[in-house]
Each structure stands twice: as structure tokens, then as C-alpha cells.
């Protein structure tokens, strides 16, 4: 167990794709549309981990077609919102806490884009298993209890990144221009997060 939560803690903390769209979206936005993202990405964590407890995502390592069509959905949607985000030209709203539209939108964005990203799936299938010991009892809960101390480890610093970016919105939200600017890196990033996921490769 000490060993998963070394490990844990490792991933969770170096930065990935996830972590570059919880920051890209808690700078544009503020530091509780990033929280909410993080909440949104871990419920989609949960679900491929409950996904891979029942064995379910071993389709995912035996079918091409339906991973290349889950990977598919998932970069297009990434796109779709690196897209949307370029050619939004509103200026953005400081007040984003009274924004709880957007709380709940950046929620549900953040589940859809876990969901469909096979490679999340894969990931659990492959890591998981390597600290389950048959011995220790029932192995689909400890792939269930384990699969939420992961989440649990990793929503505890995406909320940290979360708070950094959102700080850093602050200060650029005095300047309108830095702020457009800012949400055309943010889209481009978007929308390489999606082009990368396309063109990743199942192993």
C-alpha cells in the first residue's frame, strides 16, 4: 500500500493532459471553474475504475475498433472546446463564483473528457492490478478501495494546480487583451490535447 500511494502521488503530481486542461481552464476562468473541472475528471476517473473492477474495460485491450472509437469521441470533444474557447470573444467574467452555470458545465466537461479517453481506461487496467494482492481477500474491493484513494490523492493536487492558475487569472483579468490572448493559448491547447489523443497509439 505504500508503495501505491508513492506511486500515486508521482503521477498525480507530474503534469500530464489532464493537468494541462484543469490549469488551461482555472486561468481562463478562474480557480472554481478549475476545481470544478477536477471534480468533473475524478468522477470520470471512477467510472473507468468501476469499468475496469468488472472487467469491462479488458474490451478496451482486445477490440481496435472500439478503442479507436472512444479515443475518437474523446479527441473530437477536446477540439470542439479548444474551438469554442478561440472564438469566444466575450470579455471574461471576474466574478466567476457567482457563475454557477459555468461551475457546473466546467463539471460535466471535465467527466465527458475522462469517460471517453481510452487510455484512462487502460491505464487502471494495467496499474491497478500490480498492487492487488489475492491474498488480502475480496480483489474487487481492494480494486474499488484503492481506485479511490487514487482519485481522492489526485483531486487533492489538481485542486492545488487549480488554486495556482486561478490566481494567476487574477492578474490577467486586469488586462482585457491578455485575457483574449490567454484564451487562444488555452483553445490551441485544447485542441493539441485532442490531436495528440487522436494519434496515440493503444500500447
Known amino acids: 500500500f505504500t ?5 500515486t502521488l508521482v503521477i498525480a503530481i507530474v503534469p500530464g493532459p489532464d493537468m494541462a486542461y484543469i490549469v488551461s481552464r482555472s486561468i481562463a476562468e478562474g480557480k472554481k471553474v478549475g476545481i470544478a473541472t477536477s471534480f468533473g475528471m475524478q ?3 471512477m467510472f473507468h475504475i468501476l469499468l475496469a473492477a468488472f472487467g469491462l474495460s479488458a474490451l478496451l485491450m482486445t477490440s481496435a475498433l472500439v478503442f479507436q472509437i ?17 472564438r469566444d470573444k466575450k470579455r471574461l467574467n471576474i466574478n466567476i463564483q457567482d457563475n454557477q452555470g459555468g461551475i457546473r458545465k466546467a463539471f460535466w466537461q471535465g467527466a465527458i473528457i475522462d469517460i471517453f479517453n481510452p487510455k484512462v481506461a487502460l491505464f487502471f487496467l494495467t ?11 475480496n480483489t474487487f474491493f481492494q480494486f474499488i478501495f484503492l481506485g479511490v484513494v487514487f482519485a481522492l490523492l489526485t483531486l487533492i493536487v489538481d485542486i492545488g494546480y487549480s488554486l495556482i492558475a486561478g490566481s494567476i487569472k487574477n492578474v490577467l483579468a486586469k488586462n482585457n487583451t491578455a485575457m483574449q490572448w490567454q484564451k487562444k493559448i488555452s483553445g490551441f491547447t485544447l485542441i493539441g490535447l485532442g490531436t495528440l489523443l487522436a494519434f496515440e497509439k493503444r500500447g
Do not use: C, D, E, R
Open 70 to 86: 472512444i479515443k475518437y469521441i474523446g479527441a473530437a470533444y477536446l477540439i470542439y472546446l479548444g474551438i469554442q474557447t478561440i
Open 43 to 45: 468522477m470520470g476517473v
Open 3 to 7: 508503495a501505491f500511494l508513492v506511486a
Open 127 to 137: 496499474f491497478l492490478p500490480q498492487f492487488i494482492s489475492p491474498n488480502m481477500g
